[in-house]
């Protein structure tokens, strides 16, 4: 791991509700650098809130508190809307699930591209479709042309993504957040965006946080692994190391996905203890 | 000895506007009695529309498709329902948004008239592990394995053969979705139930079925033993592609 | 004995069929209540109600038809405290009877409508095809023409008269039901939870009656709340041009009527009718919005 780009000390988000506050995120601590990390949970566990924490997307009436919060540097504790801006978009991104619903539908993909480099780099109009083209070829889309005038609903599942993928890289940001974003799409044309993102990682030092529930792609794909259940970070793993994990949960998890190499009669199933909350 | 299940040449186009859309392009294949089928494939290749038809939930051509022995007409008869139930892939969306699991329940037991009602819902409960608190309950208030376990009990508290299950756990977590598989390989042994599982989780099928069809774009592209799939040894370049891709990502894979 | 109704009623894990009903309902109303316009719409519509059930006992002995010749056009007074018409009957008498008027036709126009719609739409829904096609032509044609129009024809073909006016208000008004109906329908009819009955065997009338009506049901009633106030008017109206209820029996849009032309020197005579019609189809609108909120789906959970 080269220097630390996002240092984030006891971070917690709440949700004050009718019955009691909800515990979105406790005491999570971790620290990312030019890398793939990744973070697996299942739902509720609050993996998504920690990606968006980290973007300051926690949307009202959530509270965000933490010890550290700190981006290259500097901190994101308190920052104001002007901050936020001038990170998102720019510096860190995110990209989503499902690319239908991050792209506008009445818009053609070249032009959202140019926006974002028009907005973030203030380029010139030439320069930004310059960039938009290059960006689109860097993520393999074969006929960038072609791509850079069709409207969304024109392009599959696969391409929708790697549109986004480039809509959300154009501006080089340090840091990328990805929830979940093959989930939505078939087996084979997700190894396909994963090595977009590994050459993004590889190539242009990008820090990566992928959040994901499937602990086979994310052992496969990342360098290190958080296991998050119930808002807390249970497990901070290598992920060449997973198959020795120390928490229950973590090895339940992994004998709970059948899998194609090791047939079982039985599934283990996940025997939840509550003092792994404490 | 015939299949419970023959499917022969399945054939299923969808109309839309001007141009027709083949979904299932002359598809064959034959279930035995007990046996558990497994159908995988990416989304588009047809396998839930094969599902489907044999359903009668789509109309369909076909030089023969019969179940239990019986002819499965494009206009199904009461009796030809209870041959055959379907468990769907989304918990949230299968279940009547105002009813609650007593009446869900209810529903299938009326409409064929059978009797001792409350004994029976009693028992399908139990048997796919809910306890009686949560018979009163609505859908919304339950979790997607316990809707999921619902659906399951509904599909079998008619006592059909036949089992069709379309992408049954993927809308639930993996700690759910072994629990559900597990209640299914039991609920199969016995009920001695003929299955037949569409998935795109070749872990998933693998794991429930013991022969195993690959489709891609309409096509059966090969049928194979889950031995043969596990073993390597499937004859497809599509299937071995399938099955590198499963497996997590390869930067060494080549683009498809 | 409160807390325990309350416990039993909110119970997570309901013993029996009628509880569990019983603790969905319990819910809606607390989420109806919760709701401050909502509360205030559903107010007003009970004060209707209850006005129009009691009130021989609230009109303070003065008969809504006694005519007094001799006091015409008084002005709010003690003896009279909405002062009185052009014929010397009382206005408060009158208002307050109006009501039963009022909610007998937003009764009668509930009743014959809603079923009318429900079928219409639903039908035409599930079954689509030439079924859909010939329904929908049909409710287009009512479509078309404008509504006040349309009832003024029904009401003179028909004659003057309450329930005359019914019919002609509801002849009118029961295409957009239908639409709505339909629409609901065609969404649900493609739901996995239809499939599964169509699967089980279910007939037609089956899915209909027991699986899609009740569905529809809501976002029907919650229209026919927002347009009681339509209707109201309409009735008004109608009552306003003379082919409503007719004299002597009081009507808040024939009594508007009658003092339009003393609006510059005895305002009440129009003004107070007009409040109260305004008051209820207000009332009807915030119940309307609040029934809305309490049935949409996504807050079921």
Redesign the interface.
Known sequence: MTETLVRVEKLSVTYPGRRGTTLALRNASFSLGHERLGVVGESGSGKSTLGRALLGLIPRPGIVTADRMEFAGESLLGASEAQWQRLRGRRMSMIMQDPKYSLNPVRRIGDQIVETCLLHLGSTRRDAERRALAMLDAVRIRDPDHVFQQYPHQLSGGMGQRAMIAMMLVAEPDLLIADEPTSALDVTVQNDVLRILDDLVRNRGMALLFISHNLGIVSSFCDRVLIMYGGKILEQIAAADLAHAKHPYTRALLAAAPSLDHPQATLATVVRDPAWLE | MAGMIEVADLRVSFHGGSKAVHAVQGVSFSVAEGESFGIVG??GSGKSTVLKAI???VPSASAALTVNGRPAAQR???A???Q???V???PY??????Q?V??ILR??LA??RIDRRDERIAAALAEVGLKP??R???P??LSGGQRQRV?IA?ALI?RPPVLLLDEPTSAL???????I??LI?GLRKDNNLTMILVS?????V??LCSRIAIMQAGKLVEVLS?ED??RGAAQADYTR???A???????A?P?? | MKQSLTHWLMEDAPRSRRQAAMGSLYRGLLALVGNPPALVGLVIVTILVLIAIFAPFLDRGISPIAQDLGNRLAPPSAAHWFGTDELGRDIYSRTLYGSRVTLTIVGLVSVVVTPIGLAVGTLSGYLGGWVDSVLMRITDVFLAFPRLVLALAFAAALGPGIENAVIAISLTAWPPYARIARAETITIAKSDFIQAVVLQGASTWRILIRHIVPLCLSSVIVRLTLDMAGIILTAAGLGFLGLGAQPPTAEWGAMVSAGRDVILDQWWVATIPGVAIFLVSLGFNLLGDGLRDVFDPKDAS
Do not use: C, W
């Open positions: 990416e989304s359903a009668g939930l199904r008869s009461k030809d329902r209870r055959m139930q379907f769907f892939q989304d969306a299968s279940l009547h948004p105002r609650t007593d009446q529903e299938p409409i064929h608190e949560h009163f309950r609505y919304h208030q659906a509904r008619l977590d993996v700690s759910v979705q072994a629990e598989l597990n390989v795109h989780d070749l872990g998933v693998a794991h889950a799939l596990r592609k399938l099955v891709a499963s497996r997590g990502f390869n930067r894979q683009a498809i």
